[in-house]
């Protein structure tokens, strides 16, 4: 019966599949392919991609405790796919102070966190001085946290406000505290789709030079994708190349996440008509795509749960991902546009959600060295979560609940 399977296999994907495991290095038209594949293929591909995984990172699937603050949700960027940003005038615009940000971060340091995601809009009265200051100000009240902060669209507005050298400008942020940047306002790295987009956000160009400027004074970044809105295969597979082309140059990317598009609350849908996001199989196939097209200079692909829902996350560890992403316990930017995934899951959570699918859960920092192995779910630690000793986790002091429980924020830049 197997065979039979195996004799439906399309040829040209049965060695494309061979040579990537094989460890040749897999060509953007042929990622391209992989990524529209159906059927037989597809369970060849899904198959080649869990395979390749064991292979480069074993069956460890890591996770990060940490906090995403979101300190203004103003902005005046006016990306389409976005439902988070706010015009100062309405109701719903807020700019937190330092007091509030600092409690956000005392709360995360309490259920054990290790890193803060500091991302916010793009307000037009906030320069470089704020984001240093806010960077400088939580990391000294909070010395352990690794500050995850500030996306390249925030790197280049606090930039041309700086009148600095760009690299003089990032270690400038780095002496403040900041430890790594997100790799987000990538979406589709291709002007033309980035035209449509968002025609006022940074450029192609810009985003790489930001990128590899940081990479070349010690500062690394993340790497994502957003998909399922008006790009096509062509688009995503050009944007892994150059994704690829960029870490072998720099080795600085830490991961490569996919992020499917939420279209329920923004203009790109609404107005513009972008198709209604991914299916669950295009989600599954990029995460595969990419496990076998990054190797072997990207070998973390992380599953955004927030985008995906949890349970589809635990097909996509099958099909080649290795990392969980990060608690966040507060998730705004997805939510605001529609994500249905909740803004908080618990450590104990992915821990359960790991071991359900038969591997090993692991807690890392942001750079994916290993804080805790659980091997023996006898010796995990007491939950930290608000409300555990009680037995409920449902919701925390901030309101924020475990995911499923409420619609969620698509953050940002
Ligand atoms: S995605 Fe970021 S830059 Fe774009 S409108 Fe939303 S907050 Fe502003």
């Not at 292979?55 to 940490?66: A, F, K, P, R, T």
């Not at 005038?89 to 600092?102: E, I, R």
């Not at 400027?213 to 998909?227: D, F, K, N, R």
């Not at 097909?315 to 080649?320: E, F, P, T, V, Y």
Request: hydrophobic share 40%.
């Amino acid at each position: 019966m197997f065979q039979r399977m195996l004799d439906d296999v399309n040829p040209r994907v049965a060695a494309i599949l061979d040579g990537a495991l094989e460890g040749r290095e897999m060509s953007v038209e042929d990622a391209e392919l992989l990524l529209g594949v159906e059927g037989a293929d597809q369970h060849a591909l899904l198959w080649a991609a869990d395979r390749a995984r064991q292979e480069d990172v074993g069956d460890d699937v890591s996770y990060v405790i940490c906090r995403n603050v979101n300190f203004t949700n103003i902005c005046y960027v006016g990306c389409s796919f976005c439902g988070f940003a706010r015009h100062k005038h309405q109701s719903d615009a807020y700019v937190h102070d330092m007091d509030t940000l600092l409690e956000k971060c005392a709360g995360a340091v309490e259920r054990g966190a290790t890193e803060i995601c500091i991302q916010g809009g793009i307000h037009p009265q906030k320069n470089h001085e704020y984001y240093r200051e806010l960077a400088a100000t939580i990391k000294n009240a909070f010395p352990q946290l690794h500050l995850h902060a500030y996306s390249p669209e925030e790197i280049d507005w606090g930039h041309r406000k700086s009148g600095m050298d760009l690299a003089d400008y990032l270690r400038w942020l780095m002496e403040a505290g900041v430890s790594s940047l997100p790799g987000t306002a990538a979406e589709i790295l291709d002007d033309e789709i980035r035209e449509i987009l968002s025609p006022r956000k940074l450029k192609t160009a810009r985003w790489v030079e930001i990128i590899k400027t940081a990479h070349s004074i010690g500062l690394p970044t993340t790497s994502t994708v957003m998909y399922g809105h008006i790009e096509s295969a062509r688009h995503v597979a050009a944007h892994m190349g150059l994704i690829r082309d960029i870490q072998k140059e720099t080795g600085g990317f830490t991961e490569f996440v996919p992020l499917g598009y939420i279209h329920e609350m923004n203009e790109l849908y609404n107005v513009l008509g972008s198709r209604p996001g991914s299916t669950a199989s295009e989600d599954i196939r990029i995460i595969a795509v990419a496990r076998l097209f990054m190797r072997p200079w990207i070998t973390n692909i992380q599953i955004s749960w927030v985008k995906m829902g949890h349970k589809l996350g635990q097909i996509a560890l099958g099909a080649g991902a290795n990392d969980f992403g990060g608690t966040l316990m507060e998730e705004s930017i997805s939510r605001e546009s529609g994500s249905m995934f909740g803004e908080n899951t618990a450590p104990e959570d992915f821990r359960r959600l790991i071991r359900e699918v038969g591997r090993t859960p692991v807690e890392r920092n942001t750079l994916y060295g290993v804080l805790h192995r659980f091997e023996d779910p006898a010796l995990d630690p007491p939950s930290m979560e608000p409300g555990a000793a009680s037995g409920s986790s449902e919701e925390s002091d901030t309101g924020a609940r475990s995911a499923g429980s409420e619609p969620v924020l698509q953050v940002v830049s």
